[in-house]
């Protein structure tokens, strides 16, 4: 390839048009990029040395350097109007291929490589952390792009942004995040999409995930055998909130043996774990409600004790007086205030119309006896009590099978004998209307206690 430096005066047959004589300076090299190079340089030299090549009428100062190619293609180069003086020095080689020709800052020219001037695509060598980086000098944001798209954005004040320009944590991902690693975060990490850790996350710090609860959080899969583990010190803990309330059906969450949370129904829970309101299949002789140390147990109403089984001698208090004294072990129940037989007539009250009857007396404490109106007194016979200690208290009413009363017939009434195998009294007893009776039951008899005749 060859190139034509064109001066005013040139009239060879390229630059006939242009000039009136013939003078040429042809350049050619077998690279072109070279060849245009090195024919500036050369133009240069001729500018400041004043010299002149091949013909001496070329002018020393012209306003504008034109190169032609073989075809007719020009090349101008200008100086522009109002342009400073200043000088250029070239190098002193011809420098390496891919280098740039630059300029010190003070008029000497110099070839550079382009690895020690930008970052090029197949990377580069050399570098220091301290001086080289990639970004800004100024307060400007740093955009980097894909297909024209920007895909990253680092802020002015440090934050990073993917798939997004807006933001306010330090990292923020808008998208799906997928690490196959490890990741360790110390800062604020803001995700408005989908985490997905290959070989594990580890956040340090406080950490808020879902944290306007307009989302849903899933943590491991169907196949993972434990899919979170909570690992704390032994003065932390793990805090649930937001939960709704539930029903007894709903299931609750429990640790096993291994420290593995299980599910369980609330019901199941407190049948297997507790007694439950509404009562529980227990297992006889396994199953207990007390202590498994040797303290009271106490029982309360309106948090206040009403009854105490104390913890060494299982003597059992209703009320809150002491104990007597010197009667720990002695005194098995002590009742504070009265103490009161409730009669139910639906179990209790016991008619006698025959001349012989037997009552069943059974776990009874009480007997309401009516005996009908006719004037002779109802033999009764008692069946045996059901354990050593139990009391039992007759109360006769006489006059008609509904209970009332006929004024001065002393006859009506229930007659007990002594001569019974079960029964220990000081005689017969014949009870009649408004007398009572105390019996307690021992062993295989009923000892009399106490007898009140009320006669008329």
């Known amino acids: 390839m060859e190139w034509h430096f064109l001066c005013r005066h040139c009239s060879c047959p390229r630059c006939a048009p242009r000039g009136k004589s013939r003078k040429d300076i042809a350049i050619s090299q077998q690279r072109p990029y070279r060849s245009g190079i090195r024919a500036v340089l050369v133009v240069l030299v001729i500018l400041m040395a004043g010299a002149s090549v091949g013909y001496a009428q070329l002018p020393i100062m012209t306003r504008d350097m034109k190169f032609q190619e073989a075809t007719g293609t020009t090349v101008s180069i200008v100086a522009s109007s109002g342009t400073d003086a200043y000088t250029l020095t070239l190098p002193k080689t011809t420098g390496v291929s891919q280098d740039l020709l630059t300029s010190d800052g003070g008029g000497r020219l110099y070839w ?7 970052w090029t695509l197949v990377g580069n060598s050399g570098t220091s952390s301290l001086t080289n980086f990639l970004g800004t000098t100024d307060a400007q944001p ?71 609860g307009s989302a849903t959080t899933t943590i491991g899969t169907t196949e993972a055998t434990s899919a979170l583990t909570i690992l704390t ?16 059906a709903d299931e609750v969450l429990m640790l096993n043996a291994s420290n593995r949370v299980t599910k369980i129904t609330g019901a199941n829970l407190i049948a297997g774990y507790a007694w439950a309101l509404l009562g529980n299949e227990i297992t006889e002789g396994l199953n207990f409600i007390g202590t498994t140390t040797p303290k009271r147990l106490e029982f309360r109403v309106n948090n206040a004790e009403v009854m105490r089984v104390d913890g060494a001698t299982g003597n059992v208090r209703i009320g809150t007086a002491p104990l007597l004294p010197n009667d720990t072990t002695r005194v098995r129940l002590q009742v504070e205030g009265g103490f009161a037989t409730v009669l139910d007539l639906t179990r209790d009250l016991i008619v006698t119309e025959r001349t012989d009857t037997t009552i069943a007396v059974g776990n009874r404490s009480m007997l309401y006896i009516l005996s009908d109106n006719i004037p002779t007194q109802r033999r009764v016979r ?32 229930i007659r007990l004998l002594s001569a019974d195998s079960n029964l220990t009294i000081s005689g017969d007893a014949n009870l009649e209307d408004g007398d009572t009776m105390e019996l307690i039951f021992i062993l295989d008899q009923w000892y009399e206690l106490r007898r009140s005749i009320n006669d008329p």
């Open 382 to 413: 008692l069946s045996n009590g059901l354990t050593s200690g139990q009391r039992l208290t007759l109360v006769v009413r006489g006059g008609n099978s509904g209970g009332g009363s006929l004024p001065g017939a002393s006859t009506y009434g």
């Open 112 to 118: 550079t490589s382009p690895n020690n001037a930008m």
């Open 142 to 212: 740093l955009a980097i792009r894909t297909n024209n798209n920007e895909v990253v954005r680092i802020t002015s004040d440090g934050l990073v942004l993917i798939g997004s320009s807006i933001g306010s944590n330090t990292l923020d991902v808008t998208g799906t995040f997928s690490a196959t690693g490890n990741s360790s975060i110390g800062g604020t990490l803001g995700v408005t999409g989908l985490i997905t850790g290959g070989n594990g996350l580890t956040l340090t710090g406080p950490t808020l995930i879902n944290a306007t």
């Open 233 to 248: 010190g032994a003065t932390g803990g793990l805090t649930l909130r937001g939960i709704s309330s539930g029903t007894a």
